[in-house]
């Protein structure tokens, strides 16, 4: 790995005061500027998709040489589709309410000086990410949408496709009257780069790192600029005692099955004991015929024959697959020790008709998103009306769950008065 | 410094496992169970203060062997009164309204799922503070009321102190029937052990570092938990052309001479071209009768001959003295530029009877506080209607200026439905 030079300290330094003039700029442009500016950045991708098409094929090229197949590649290659796709999505963010200068509270003191709270943006957001190119024109929109200037670091591989959709969205912004550094990006994709961003808080406000735990663990270790992150998402259905067997298995079915490779599928099920018997089979051949392998506590594999034994760490595992951990609880403490040692605080779910039960588990568990009687899949930004999402966050601070575009302001205090002085 | 050993990183991993199951108790315990302790806790300061007045003479004694006077010794001298005010204290924290529980938004979507947002406790919150033993009871209080276990790591200086003060108020936490666990801290204040508390950030959600701008930059660059911070205070007053000039001497007045140590109070006075000549002679004279050090720009220095020109340093510093930077500016951008450069994110205001170039200042200036025609003395949150402060943030995340209860939450998403899964 390169080492962190004067240089890139340096360079990262000019970039970042430039960073921070366009923040000002931002800051003062009225929604209506931001909003035209991302009609104009969709309009660009649509206009200049051929480009960004040629430029993706010398990443593709480049992954081809590398033996790079399957979910990899397909999550660097781009298609009309795709680029088409990127710019509804601006569209979309375009549309949204402009969430800066609203006024979220606000009262008089007894001496006649006025307190509000007024939402602005948080300032200059650094993004951190792999080999996914939409990302670079979501997190510029979200980051726009929001009086914020965006600083990228896309990965090595998509290189290409980043850069020619970052000149295409930079000119478009330049061209709506708003500064063309409201989107940066680093000089190159150089891990020692990365240092220096992360030693960078005078320039950065915050750091959204998105890809793979190691990547995530690895910013977290050497930022000085706070990080909004999410390590893993371990989420967990418990089917309680009292639960409607036929919702249980719907909503077993869908967590685990619909799309096994995301952060909110289901990872572990919980069954009471006093349903296991009746709950276990029929939730398993319906797993089973859909290919899901089934790893199980030694009660599973008593009512599951088919299952195997799971280890310590599948409960503490992510598969992001089509396998499944499975364990029969005592009861609803039992439950919940299971998930206080295992959970990763993305998302929770209960299924039961139990009132109390199910209002226990509501405030007792403190997970980001907890759920009961529906899904997982439901913990999701678009699916609970956040608009487009930015990430999720499974730390506490500033934001917990899934992030929209409110979640990429802060609020400041606007005090205004008639000459008070304090005694 | 000592060195983070594995005997350290073992016993802070115990204590951490001890935070977060008392972490999980508090967060169950209903509002009227946590105001409760609080009383407890105040009951039990007054009924114990001869055990800690009598540890505080060691403190103190041994703070007089090593020569500290002044500010210092008096920050960590305890009275009969101080207890009492800390007791007090704790009394208006129980009587503010429980923060847990509140929902902020609710919506249903059109697949029927309800979408809630409810505030949580962030968790378990690591203060590391100086010599003040009176942030013991302050910070304790702040937390229990908002849910949170907090772990305390107070100065050498005041060891003895803080240890009584901690084990009169983890008793009357446990007699009112929450855990002990609920309060805690390091076992010593070596500190290889903040080492230790910055590394667990499996333990600990926020570290809050309340002290001087040394050790807060030592936290922050050695934390892997998120820190919530302010360096400095560097607080601007700008004099526009349009000041009613009465006002303008009150407010800059009361802005730097009112208390001069806190980070609130002013640093630097920006005057408008225009009424320099008639403003700084009369604001300077009030000053220097007060005792106040003058340095200023050239411009300053042909109208206040008494001023000692000030170097680049003195626009960076926070003099937290009387001592006060002066500057003359050309117009409203200047003084923006100028505020731009310099400023610290704190509290900037204004005074100005011109609507227009107020609305500007109260948008355009992004500081956590700003004021238009007000002391920079109001921001603090006790003044603003927050109730007692745990701190300030001047970092935009999370929180942005004085931090009240409310703070010290975060909020958790909770999902209902009846069996709903995803298409």
């Not at 961003?197 to 050497?222: K, Q, S, Y």
Request: charged content about 20%; glycine content about 8%; hydrophobic content about 45%.
């Amino acid at each position: 790995m390169s080492q962190l030079s004067e240089t890139h300290r340096d360079e990262m330094h000019a970039l970042g005061r430039r960073a921070r003039a366009a923040s000002r700029a931002l800051a003062r442009a009225p929604g209506r500027a931001r909003a035209a500016a991302l009609q104009g950045m969709a309009d660009a991708l649509d206009a200049h998709h051929a480009e960004i098409l040629a430029a993706n094929a010398k990443d593709l090229a480049r992954a081809d040489e590398k033996g790079i197949t399957g979910a990899m590649r397909d999550r660097l290659a781009l298609t009309a589709g795709r680029i088409a796709d990127m710019a509804a999505g601006l569209r979309e963010i375009a549309s949204l309410p402009d969430p800066i200068g609203e006024v979220l509270s606000e009262r008089t003191r007894p001496n006649g000086i006025r307190v509000a709270q007024v939402r602005i943006p948080l300032g200059v957001i650094g993004i951190i990410y792999e080999a996914r190119p939409n990302v670079t024109a979501d997190a510029a929109g979200l980051c726009l949408k929001s009086g914020n200037v965006v600083f990228l670091r896309g990965g090595s591989e998509a290189a290409h496709s980043n850069a020619a959709i970052l000149a295409v969205l930079r000119e478009a912004v330049a061209a709506a009257g708003l500064p063309a550094d409201a989107i940066m990006s680093l000089p190159s994709t150089d891990r020692a780069w990365i240092l220096a961003m992360l030693e960078a808080e005078e320039f950065l406000d915050v750091i959204i790192p998105r890809g793979g735990e190691a990547l995530i663990r690895f910013v977290t270790a050497n930022s000085r600029v706070p990080v909004i992150k999410h390590y893993k998402g371990v989420c967990h259905v418990f089917v309680d005692c009292d639960a409607d067997l036929d919702k249980a298995e719907a909503i077993a079915f869908n967590a685990k099955v619909q799309r096994p490779g995301v952060c909110n599928a289901m990872e572990t099920l919980l069954v009471h004991a006093t349903v296991a018997d009746q709950f276990l089979p029929r939730i398993a051949a319906a797993l089973i015929e859909a290919g899901v392998e089934l790893r199980g506590c030694p009660r599973t594999l008593c009512l599951v024959p088919s299952a195997v034994a799971a280890t310590e760490a599948d409960w503490h595992a992510e598969f992001l697959d089509l396998i499944l951990a499975v364990r029969v609880v005592d009861d609803y403490d039992a439950a919940l020790d299971h998930i206080a040692t295992y959970g990763s605080d993305h998302t929770e779910a209960i299924v039961s008709e139990n009132y109390s039960t199910v209002r226990r588990f509501l405030t007792e568990v403190n997970s980001s998103v907890v759920v009961a009687n529906a899904s997982t899949r439901f913990s999701d930004g678009g699916q609970m009306g956040l608009g487009a999402e930015i990430g999720i966050s499974t730390t506490r601070l500033h934001a917990y769950g899934p992030m929209g575009v409110n979640d990429l302001t802060t609020r400041k205090y606007v005090i205004t008065g008639d000459g008070q002085t304090r005694h």
